[in-house]
């Protein structure tokens, strides 16, 4: 059973989104403000997923997640915000966010998207992917879900991770924003495509010598994106 942790101060929404999620199956722990968040975070490693409110008492959703980035790059983490405009979707996600889910939403549409998330946290789980991609000077293990560059770990966030392992396998060839979304955050996302170039943006700081010349994780004029191996 996964465990999501929900960060919404204001009760009646929460306990909207705590009676669906129990529905769905999944375990529920709640905070009303950030401060309480980060405890039950340090007191429960185990929680799988946490949704997170931007306006909240104490410590603010953004500060909630970079905190939580500082040392925790594999928890799935999505906003829940009533916060529409364009560059608080794409702060939202350069501070660390998976996704972001606008309010009001569906019980159906925010299910489907920590389920699409989940599965990404999982993805390492999975007994059929016991392989080790190598490119260059980065190595990619889905055992141990390790991610290096010249043996140095780079820490990822479940969706880096999948991106990561997408381009591994498609080495050399050009994916469009609609192929990622659809092996990423799966065809029943309904979220902003935009959501793959900031985490393209994101990962090339991680990766790049130089993340405005990328040598490796290159766009595609007209096309999307690639992963630049060595030529056949």
């Not at 375990?27 to 997170?52: K, M, N, S």
């Not at 409110?53 to 928890?75: A, Y």
Request: proline share 4%.
């Amino acid at each position: 059973m996964s465990k999501v942790l929900i960060l919404e101060d204001e009760e009646s929404i929460r306990s909207f989104i705590v009676i669906n999620l129990k529905r769905n199956g999944f375990e529920v722990l709640e905070a009303g403000d950030g401060h309480e968040a980060l405890r039950i975070l340090q007191t429960v490693p185990d929680i799988d997923l946490a949704l997170l409110d931007v306006m909240v008492p104490g410590i603010d959703g953004f500060e909630v997640c970079r905190r939580i980035r500082e040392t925790n790059e594999r928890l799935g983490i999505i906003f829940l915000t009533a916060k529409v405009q364009e560059q608080d979707k794409v702060y939202a996600l350069s501070v660390g966010a998976d996704d972001h889910v606008s309010k009001p939403f569906s019980p159906t549409e925010l299910i489907a998207r920590i389920q699409s998330l989940l599965r990404r946290v999982n993805v390492h789980r999975e007994t059929a992917a016991k392989v080790t991609f190598q490119s260059g000077p980065f190595s990619l293990d889905l055992i141990s879900k390790q991610f290096k560059k010249q043996n140095e770990a780079i820490e990822l966030t479940p969706t880096e991770f999948s991106l990561i392992q997408f381009f591994l396998e498609k080495e050399n060839t050009p994916l469009s924003r609609d192929v990622l979304l659809d092996h990423v955050w799966g065809k029943e996302y309904m979220g902003d495509p935009k959501i793959v170039d900031v985490n393209i943006r994101r990962l090339r700081q991680k990766i790049e010598n130089n993340p405005s010349e990328p040598e490796y994780l290159q766009t595609v004029w007209g096309h999307g994106y690639k992963w630049k191996g060595r030529e056949q």
